[in-house]
Antibody, heavy 121, light 108 residues
Framework: EVQLVESGGGLVKPGGSLRLSCAAS????????MSWVRQAPGKGLEWVGR??????????DFAAPVKGRFSISGDDSKNTLYLQMNSLKTEDTGVYYCTTIIDNGDARDYWGQGTLVTVSS | SYELTQPPSVSVSPGQTARITCSGDALPKQYAYWYQQKPGQAPVMVIYKDSERPSGIPERFSGSSSGTTVTLTISGVQAEDEAEYYC???????????FGTGTKVTVL
């Protein structure tokens, strides 16, 4: 069974840093493209960034609002995805999800339960 | 930056058909995905690659594409389909992904 479990959310002051983790199981982590998506309170979904699989180069891309402040990495030995968030702003507040689509001829999406990040003084 | 535009809301009576559009300049080049999100829950993909339906998603959900617009159709709407729906795609280079503005489907 595929599972994604996020952790690391919490309250942080503007300008601070936070690292989110996403523990993956039930699929071949090294073959997956993994994304982070966030949702501000009462707002819509916002794509944050993505890391391609190692076989596809392992490169990362980010949405304009977080580019240069956020980074994504993966630890294959722990099947864990990370989102490092620096220089946090109040507008970064929201629920952060890790997600992936596994397509073996019949695509399925998988999402974590979400972790809340609150940036406030 | 690239944007996908959806109508804010769609209202439909049970058993009728709901159609939700999503417009974006790169949609002729990039696949679209559709997600359903109910309050307090993570999104669920109901359509991928414009018109493919994941197993386990009811047949009343279908997707289509025409030019710069993709459409999610829910035929024979049921009360349980009341939710927010988002399209998702990528810019023309495929580098940056984006979600649509979201459409609230209300079942009257």
């Amino acid at each position: 069974e595929v599972q994604l479990v996020e952790s690391g959310g919490g309250l942080v002051k503007p300008g601070g840093s936070l690292r989110l983790s996403c523990a993956a199981s039930g699929f071949t982590f090294t073959n997956a493209w993994m994304s982070w998506v966030r949702q501000a309170p009462g707002k819509g979904l916002e794509w944050v960034g993505r890391i391609k699989s190692k076989t596809d180069g392992g490169t990362t891309d980010f949405a304009a609002p977080v580019k240069g402040r956020f980074s994504i990495s993966g630890d294959d030995s722990k099947n864990t995805l990370y989102l490092q968030m620096n220089s946090l702003k109040t507008e970064d507040t929201g629920v952060y999800y890790c997600t992936t689509i596994i397509d073996n001829g019949d695509a399925r999406d998988y999402w974590g339960q979400g972790t809340l990040v609150t940036v406030s003084s | 930056s690239y944007e996908l535009t959806q109508p804010p809301s769609v209202s439909v009576s049970p058993g009728q058909t709901a159609r939700i559009t999503c417009s974006g300049d790169a949609l002729p080049k990039q696949y679209a995905y559709w997600y359903q999100q109910k309050p307090g829950q993570a999104p669920v993909m109901v359509i991928y690659k414009d018109s493919e339906r994941p197993s386990g998603i009811p047949e009343r959900f279908s997707g289509s594409s025409s030019g710069t617009t993709v459409t999610l159709t829910i035929s024979g709407v049921q009360a349980e389909d009341e939710a927010e729906y988002y399209c998702q795609s990528a810019d023309s280079s495929g580098t940056y992904e984006v979600f649509g503005t979201g459409t609230k489907v209300t079942v009257l």
